[in-house]
């Protein structure tokens, strides 16, 4: 009886990895999707553009899209609570204009960064605030926010004010070469995204303050009754938010030494193709944020492939990315019915 015990053990067990399995595969459906997507789409462009196989063009991802991948992150938070913030763009403008004009009239880099930080902090607890406080949609709060701050930005200047400071130009200017590969760099202000994120992937799945987020997502009521402090939480999730924003606006004019309240026009929308590329549901309560790392990354291969291809018109990456959205979507939505039914 003992060999067919063991044979009974073994199925049982077998069965179970399986299940375990499927379960993962379909839990994480849209963050695998996110992944094979970036790899094929990646592996594609290698062979079809040589060029692309350096290593370097893979690490120019992070050089050109670094700004993005911080909102994204906030935005990412945001809407898992399922709000959403338009302010962004607005407040990357602000940050820009508000450094350079600073820094020309003679203010330290080391007095302005902090200051931004904290305009940015304290832009997007007002924002919580009025959201939480006075039951305002997300929607309408977030978009007073953005044209607020981006008129708050031609106020300060109707032109471009470029940046002359030692400390901006050599942190815009500096490569950080990569020891292990060689003729490949980075700038510093490229590793701010990927710190962040790091950051972020601790703060939403290894404390109380991540799983509060996920549970108002799912229902703000049922969090509340379970004693979770949503609305604290909420408010602090849109300070999060602004914070992301002054930091991907310092990155921002680092990156193009200057300050103009015509940067980042769409940031908002790209930010949220990206989270949604990357599996954050739009109704709130399931979504990660290394899935929009990857939907950021795949953005800046659309754009990368348009620019080795040199005759396609950029909206095509508008194009693109729309479609993917889209796709996501679906995906989303197929798996939503299909967790209703199960």
């Given at each position: ?64 899209n ?9 935005m ?89 400071n030692?400390?901006y ?32 992937i601790?703060l ?9 987020i ?37 990155v ?17 929308l790209?930010?949220?193709a990206a ?20 939907g950021?990354?795949?953005?800046g ?42």
């Amino acid at each position: 009886m003992a060999p067919q015990t063991n044979l009974i053990t073994s199925g049982v067990q077998t069965r179970g990895a399986a299940q375990r399995i499927k379960r993962f595969v379909f839990n994480n459906a849209p963050l695998l999707t996110t992944i094979t997507i970036f790899v094929v789409a990646y592996f594609l462009a290698g062979r079809v553009y040589p060029a692309m196989q350096k290593p370097q063009v893979f690490f120019n991802l992070f050089i050109n899209n670094g700004s993005l991948l911080i909102v994204s992150i906030g935005m990412t938070l945001v809407i898992i609570t399922g709000g959403i913030d338009l302010s962004v763009g607005g407040v990357i403008a602000l940050t820009s204009v508000a450094s350079a004009s600073l820094l020309q009239n003679g203010a330290s880099p080391f007095v302005v960064m902090p200051l931004m930080l904290v305009m940015g902090i304290v832009f997007g607890l007002v924002l919580g605030l009025i959201i939480h406080f006075f039951k305002v949609q997300p929607f309408i709060v977030t978009l007073m926010g953005m044209y607020f701050a981006r008129g708050l930005a031609y106020i300060i200047s109707l032109s471009a004010i470029p940046i002359e400071n030692s400390v901006y130009k050599s942190l815009a200017l500096t490569p950080i070469t990569i020891p292990i590969i060689p003729n490949a760099y980075v700038y510093i202000y490229a590793f701010v995204g990927p710190i962040l994120l790091i950051a972020a992937i601790y703060l939403s799945f290894f404390t109380r303050f991540g799983r509060t987020i996920f549970a108002i997502g799912n229902n703000e009521q049922s969090a509340r009754l379970m004693g979770l402090p949503a609305g604290r939480t909420k408010i602090a999730v849109y300070t999060f938010s602004g914070f992301c924003s002054a930091l991907a606006g310092i990155v921002w004019s680092i990156a193009l030494l200057s300050g103009y309240g015509q940067y980042a026009p769409t940031m908002e929308l790209d930010a949220i193709a990206a989270v949604v590329i990357g599996g954050t549901m739009l109704t709130g309560g399931a979504g990660n944020v290394i899935g929009t790392a990857f939907g950021v990354l795949i953005t800046g291969t659309i754009i990368s492939i348009l620019q080795f291809n040199g005759t396609l018109s950029s909206w095509w990456t508008r194009i693109v990315v729309g479609v993917l959205t889209l796709i996501f979507i679906g995906i989303q939505s197929f798996l939503y019915r299909r967790g209703k039914r199960s």
